[in-house]
C-alpha cells in the first residue's frame, strides 16, 4: 500500500463543519499525490466555510 506523501488539515474560521461524519469543524486528509493536493488546495480557496488550511509532509 503507497504511505501518503502529505497530511492536509482545513479547519472553518467561521465554525461550520468540515467533518462529515463527526460535524466537527476540523478534519485531517492523507494526500498521496501532487495532484490531489493541488485539487484540494485550489477547492479550499473557493470553499465557502473559509477554511484555514495547513500542509505538512507525513513522513
Given at each position: 500500500?503507497?504511505?501518503?506523501?502529505?497530511?492536509?488539515?482545513?479547519?472553518?474560521?467561521?465554525g461550520?463543519?468540515?467533518?462529515?461524519?463527526?460535524?466537527?469543524?476540523?478534519?485531517?486528509?492523507?494526500?498521496?499525490e501532487?495532484?490531489?493536493?493541488?485539487?484540494?488546495?485550489?477547492a479550499?480557496?473557493?470553499?465557502?466555510?473559509?477554511?484555514?488550511?495547513?500542509?505538512?509532509?507525513?513522513?
Amino acid at each position: 500500500m503507497p504511505k501518503p506523501k502529505w497530511e492536509l488539515t482545513a479547519t472553518s474560521r467561521s465554525g461550520q463543519p468540515v467533518n462529515i461524519f463527526t460535524g466537527a469543524p476540523t478534519d485531517t486528509v492523507a494526500v498521496y499525490e501532487q495532484a490531489d493536493l493541488d485539487r484540494r488546495l485550489a477547492a479550499a480557496e473557493d470553499d465557502p466555510r473559509d477554511l484555514d488550511v495547513t500542509v505538512r509532509d507525513a513522513r
